[in-house]
C-alpha cells in the first residue's frame, strides 16, 4: 500500500513568497525570496515507520505518537532532510526491528508502527500465504 501526501500533479509551483522559512512559516529578517514547490512521493507502510523511528532528528516520545499532527509535521521534516537510500535504510531497520521481538528496538518501533496505522491508515503488508498442503497425496507419495 503507498500513500500519498498530495493528490496534486507531481510537481507544481506556486508564487514566489518572501520571509518564510522552509516549511513555509513567516521568518522575520529573512531577505531571500522562495518559491514553494510541491512534490508528489509514495511511501510504504515500513518507510513511513523507518523514518520516523530511525531517523537521527526524530526523537518522538510516546505521547509524541499519540498527536496526529505531532507525527506528520515530523515526518515531513524526516521527508525533507532524507534522501531515498536514507528512507530505504530506515525502511529496512523498521522491517528487521518489526520482524524480530527479542531485538532492540522492537517496542518503540511496534509504537511508531501503530502511530502510523493509527494517524495515516497504512498497515504492515501481510505475508503471502503458503500454498495448502494436500494430505492425501502426501501419504500416497
Known sequence: MHASFAAQPSLTTGAVEENVSLFGE????????RLSVRVSLSLRFFDLVGLLAFHPAMMLTASDL?????????LRFAIISSDADQIEE???LARTALSHPRRSFYAYTKLVAEAVT???GMTAPQPPTAPAVNTLRLVAA
Open 90 to 92: 530506515y525502511s529496512e
Open 66 to 74: 499519540l498527536k496526529s499532527e505531532e507525527l506528520a509535521e515530523a
Open 26 to 33: 513567516t521568518e522575520p529578517g529573512q531577505d531571500e525570496a
Open 118 to 120: 493509527r494517524t495515516f
